[in-house]
């Protein structure tokens, strides 16, 4: 489930910024420069890549799905820590700051899911030595 949810706000944030970076920072507080809106889009590209991976992968199980929890958990850790120092530092007006609750809420949740994650199976197979 929270691969489910991380996808679907990965997907439309990452679309949103692709297509119209200006407006939605804009409900921030934040005023684009042309650097910024391009530097944007590539944010919204690699979220909708993140949002497509955890899409195809929501039903994982075992080490894939810790995998995929731990990097979104990550993300999400990494985007709250740099959103709210921005706002702190004052390079970012207070409702920039908003980002950060989104931020925290997905961070518990996927901390929640990689706690409660599945080990693999005693039974399942090793993986192959790798090749050295």
Known sequence: MALSISAVQSLLFGT???LFPASILAVSGVALPDAGVAISRGAGATLVGLGVI???LRGATGDTARALLGGNLAVQVMSLAVNGGEVI????????GSASILHA?????LLVALRTAQPPSPTAEPAPPAIT
Do not use: E, F, I
């Not at 809420?105 to 949740?109: E, G, K, P, Q, T």
């Open 16 to 18: 949103l910024l692709l």
């Open 54 to 56: 955890d899409w195809m």
């Open 89 to 96: 530092a004052g390079h970012l007006p207070l409702q920039g």
């Open 105 to 109: 809420l997905l961070s518990a949740m």
